[in-house]
């Protein structure tokens, strides 16, 4: 802070009212949910196309840092504004158009996910991507970070979905990558490299989201097996027959019993502390009744036991589990290291075999639970945060846990992005030329390093930063 | 050519036998389907990854430009060696893996798209993207250009299969992108950027593509309409009901005109010279049930005449229109300009009487036809070679028809890509920000600029330029 002042004060002039330097508000925006906590120079809520272009050009002139900021949820310190400078707050940005004939929609940066699919049920369309974060987290950030959720197996992430992007290069020029088309082949691809790039290539205002039609039906069921690798085994058997389940949630027992434990309820009756799977077949009714047979003779074949749910409310039930499961965990620990990698499916049994041997040699509690649709898989390595053994033990229990999910072809992070937590692990990822690459393309944009610094490639050593002690109010607590 | 003797004589020495100079083998490396031969200076065909890595090393090293090469079946000149140097015929690399529980298949770059298909098929997968050229082109030409086809519309293109890449950045560096998962939120996304980038920006050499179940089932309907607008005005109603064909695919009057002449038989019985819509359903047999109800209250509703086929072999006979179109055409004139343009489905109508406008001014044949699913449209500007007045006015008709597609809000190209053909309108697409973001991340990732020169950014004067009179295996005549 304070380095930018002289700039800061400019922007005060040119900007105005759109320029803030109220403390409360440099602290609101000073962290995401990570809670690491940067105190920004001045927030900036642009109202117009011109507002972002002359700050980015003013910054540019004067290496401002620029942090651009949707509801700030994400998990990984994306959001902070770790080199100080302005935050970009687009979180007013909000406006949606749905093209109900062409199933499209047009989605301002700042509008939030639940929003945009409250909008298009509304018209008998879906947009499939649904991170747990969906009642706060804004298009423009989970473009930012390719948000996932528990559709991406059958439907796709993020990226599947977006067709055309508007916004701004760090120059401070407007450019529009994509067509509200299906197809379009006409130079380099600069929207999907600015997806997923985590606001350090260009400032997303508006993008142009291909929708499909709303599933007519959906049918649940809720399985449980006799250990994980049981679970892990009757998924990839379920997988092999062709079905695509819309959602296909796992939890181990460790979450299960976190969530038994916190409810009071057995999550299946007689099958106390099980891992479960819960199952959602949709589509037309037809549809999900053909699936329907082979999904029950599945169940039939693999299963401890299994149940469907009845009607909807039945099935709200069993998804409350999966949803609470994640704060039940807090039991075993004050402090959580949730890790959003990803196992190829062929290597899901090996990874439960790892995954029990990491467990023993951390001595550490691990429940993980997740999208074994696509094999994104939630590590909660739980700690106390004032147990130092404890906590050196969860640092090299996630550092193990990233390397051996890289050596089974997966990936370090499938929904959550780099930002400050897991750059650590980045290099386990990416070979020097694959860094070298990125950081050239980087450097080609953003000649001046001003969108979003010290993130992804920069080292940030998360375990010597303390994390403000502030309830948000997406906590799973 | 001969600038490039030198390190040429190095390369065999370094290589071998891998290393052609043979006129033969040079002229057949010439061109590709848009017939602009430019001779290169030796074709290289690598047998291991040490050979394409020592290719680009000494290419680099001598400022040697290296042309990829797979079937050689653009039409755009995207394949042609405009700058001489040594092209890397990945011809030969064809290897193809399925993960038949995942669904998911490694390919080589040079295997062949139809291949793949038989392959992924054989296990009860689907790999939706299929070009007209899928028989003869390469999955790494379709990934280079970012091929469609006619499943666009429901299923998306290339891009929307590819999970992930391995290659070679023109430095010769080996580097992998994406992983065999269909979640990945691991550092900037350099997969996308090298899809549909022509191979200017590294040299691909497998992929992992992502599969879906196969269809069980499928159903056609020809429909037939009384005008162009018709037949749009009423698609457009169809997508509306949230339905969505597997294949949509239009013939304007002239088209079908065109293959009645060829054929000496009516397309369509009682209804002779009118525009076509030819739908195919996809999915579980009860899935297409369900819809065929739809479609055909939607055809009693709004086409002029409509006909089932009772059977696949009667389906086929409607297909063989569809498949024939393109080759009768030539009847209206020696040459053809093969416009793949995409237009929003908002503006399907607007673009009827913009063509037909066209048709006027330009005094020229423009028979129309393809995917209105996602709004693909192939527009032929048929013309005489030798009658300069009518090469003029086409000339002159291809820039109003680009300039026109990109006011509607389209593309100037939805799956063929920029090449040489489609230089001269890349910038109505892309504003000069845009080009020149474009051309930053060029130079990033390939300084010396060896990858493929001369194309996209390039003018280049196709009107200027001889093509070859020689017959190609993928010819429609």
Redesign the interface.
Known sequence: MSNFRAATAQLKRRLGVCVTTDHDVLFAASFDGSKLSFLPDAVVRPRTNAHISAVLTLANKHRVPVTTRGAGSSLTGSGSPVKGGWVLDLSKWKKITV?????MAQVQAGAVVGDVHKAVEAK??FYPPDPASKQYSTIGGNIA????GMH??KY??T??FVLALKGF?P?G?????G???????????????W???EG??GVITEATLKL???PAARWTLLTAFADELAAFKAV?AL??Q???PAICEFLDRTSVQCAEAKSGKTVFAGQAGRPVVLLELA?????V???KVLVLAWAQANALAFREARDRAEAEQLWEVRRKCSGAMFALGDSKLNE?I?????NYEKFAVFLDKLRKSSRLPIPTFG?L????LHVNIMYHRENRAEYLRAEKAVGTLMAGVVKL??????????GLA?TPF?RL???P??????Q??????DPNGILNPGK?FTLFKVWEHPRLKIALPWDHK
């Not at 649709?373 to 994104?376: A, I, K, L, V």
């Not at 030329?433 to 990125?438: G, L, S, T």
């Open positions: 093209d109900a004939d062409a199933g008998g369309w970070c390719n948000a996932g991406g197996g796709g992430v990226r599947d290069l120059t020029e407007y450019v529009e990558w067509a509200s088309t299906k197809k379009f082949s006409a130079g380099f691809n600069l929207r999907d490299l997806i997923g790039s350090m290539l499909i039609p709303l990839r997988f092999a062709r079905v695509q589509g037309t009714p037809s549809e009744a053909d699936q959003d990803v196992v190829p499916m062929r999208h649709g696509d094999g994104n072809g997966g990936a370090i992070s499938g929904e959550h992005g780099i897991k980045l990822q990416h070979s030329a694959q860094i070298k690459a990125m050239a393309v980087k450097l080609a944009l992804m």
